[in-house]
């Protein structure tokens, strides 16, 4: 039987040998654990990170009533956001979106339509 880790890293794998960043069309490659969610723009011809964003960069309001979950989509979404705005700034509007063998759902959602919001076209 194997652990989640492995299953997602298996899947990761197989979304990865679809997948490939270019100059002009980088991967938007997430990563999230319990309490943190980061963002990079890849370009994989040359094995260079063009830019990264996390919620470690943005600061979003927190308040006493809000609960944990909401403040969290509310930070990716901020992220998606940072990134868009960072790969503008450069002239990068495509992308390729790399989920990183985590489900589309929650907040790797809510950073995907942040980065929409933002400009960038995937």
Known sequence: MQSKKENRIRRHKRIRAKLFGTS??????????ANHIYAQ???????QVLM??????VK???TKSE???NY?????????????KKAIEKKIDKVVFDRGGIIFHGRVKSLADGAREGGLQF
């Open 41 to 47: 723009l890849i370009n994989d011809e040359k094995g």
């Open 52 to 57: 990264s964003a996390s919620d470690k960069d």
């Open 60 to 62: 979003v309001a927190k």
């Open 72 to 84: 969290k989509m509310q930070t990716a979404f901020e992220v998606g956001k940072a990134i868009a």
């Open 67 to 69: 609960k944990a979950t």
């Open 24 to 33: 002009q069309r980088p991967r938007l490659c997430v990563a999230r654990s």
